[in-house]
């Protein structure tokens, strides 16, 4: 192996890749971080990472924009020699680093409509059908911890089969868009973002209690109340931490949020 894991790494190093946000660039080499429910905010780093670039992705695909899907490719094709090169590594290496590029590639193409015309020619449910197969075939794949070759097509299977279920959500005019677009779920998905970070640490406190108490874990009672303790936290995180700041950065937006 060329990189070989060390211990998690000191807690100071820790604290700063979350701060700094290139936790996933430690996680790669120091596996996932151990401070308590923060394992798996090495994503918004990556994410974060991300949106750095993308003022600069943007901008020089519209301007080459015949150029640009070849541009695309040939950073695609870059990304899987590179996780061919690096496939021995040990889990997480590939799965928290860069290399797994798969949905942002997706999401760019989708967003500059470069696959507009391939999608609508395909019939809604053929589409939904696909996406389903591309990710229920996972269950019969080698799972992401694997090393190997693996890794050169598990997280393509997961971005299509996503981008296509997504995608099928998106554009459909009958039940499918009349339950996503609900309120509930919509306000649900306006403070995602508190659900994914305080569902990790609501689930283990949650836990903690009922085996505490000797509670009956029966019908998913566990599951519901840490689903519901999970939506009130984020509920208070959003009106009070995040609303004032989209308020903000509505002051400086070019274009609009939705």
Same mark, same amino acid.
């Given at each position: *192996?060329?990189?070989?894991?060390?211990?998690?790494?000191?807690?100071? #190093?820790?604290?700063?890749?979350? %701060?700094?946000?290139?936790?996933?660039?430690?996680?790669? +080499?120091?596996?996932?971080?151990?401070?308590?429910?923060?394992?798996?905010?090495?994503?918004?780093?990556?994410?974060?990472?991300?949106?750095?670039?993308?003022?600069?992705?943007?901008?020089? *695909?519209?301007?080459?924009?015949?150029?640009?899907?070849?541009? =695309? /490719?040939?950073?695609?094709?870059?990304? $899987?020699?590179?996780?061919?090169?690096?496939?021995?590594?040990? #889990?997480?290496?590939?799965?928290?680093?860069?290399?797994?590029?798969? &949905?942002?590639?997706?999401?760019?193409? @989708?967003?500059?409509?470069?696959?507009?015309?391939?999608?609508?020619?395909? #019939?809604?449910?053929?589409?939904?059908?696909?996406?389903?197969?591309? /990710?229920?075939?996972?269950? +019969?794949?080698?799972?992401? @911890?694997?090393?190997? *070759?693996?890794?050169?097509? =598990?997280?393509?299977?997961? &971005?299509?089969?996503?981008?296509? %279920?997504?995608?099928?959500?998106?554009?459909?005019?009958?039940?499918?868009?009349? !339950?996503?677009?609900?309120?509930? $779920?919509?306000?649900?998905?306006?403070?995602?973002?508190?659900? #994914?970070?305080?569902?990790?640490?609501?689930?283990?406190? /949650?836990? /903690?209690?009922?085996?505490?108490?000797? =509670?009956?874990?029966?019908?998913?009672?566990?599951? !519901?109340? &840490?689903?519901?303790?999970?939506?009130?936290?984020?509920?208070?995180? +959003?009106?009070?931490?995040?609303?004032? +700041?989209?308020?903000?950065?509505?002051?400086? &937006?070019?274009?609009?949020?939705?």
């Amino acid at each position: *192996m060329l990189f070989k894991p060390n211990a998690n790494g000191g807690l100071l #190093y820790r604290i700063l890749g979350l %701060i700094f946000f290139n936790d996933n660039i430690l996680s790669m +080499f120091n596996g996932y971080n151990f401070i308590p429910a923060s394992n798996h905010l090495w994503t918004i780093s990556m994410e974060e990472q991300f949106y750095l670039a993308l003022p600069f992705i943007i901008p020089l *695909m519209l301007n080459y924009r015949r150029k640009s899907k070849f541009m =695309l /490719v040939g950073l695609y094709l870059f990304i $899987l020699l590179s996780r061919f090169f690096f496939s021995d590594q040990k #889990y997480p290496f590939i799965y928290t680093s860069p290399l797994h590029f798969d &949905a942002f590639f997706i999401g760019i193409i @989708m967003g500059l409509g470069f696959i507009d015309n391939i999608t609508t020619k395909i #019939y809604g449910g053929v589409q939904l059908c696909i996406g389903l197969l591309c /990710v229920c075939s996972l269950v +019969f794949l080698p799972n992401r @911890m694997s090393s190997g *070759m693996s890794n050169l097509y =598990l997280y393509i299977l997961i &971005a299509l089969g996503f981008w296509l %279920i997504v995608d099928f959500i998106i554009n459909d005019k009958g039940l499918w868009s009349k !339950f996503f677009r609900n309120r509930l $779920l919509s306000y649900l998905g306006k403070i995602s973002y508190g659900l #994914y970070i305080f569902h990790i640490i609501v689930i283990a406190y /949650v836990n /903690v209690f009922f085996e505490k108490y000797n =509670l009956p874990r029966v019908w998913g009672v566990e599951f !519901f109340v &840490a689903l519901l303790i999970t939506i009130m936290i984020s509920v208070v995180s +959003f009106e009070l931490l995040e609303r004032p +700041f989209l308020k903000l950065k509505d002051k400086f &937006a070019v274009i609009l949020s939705r």
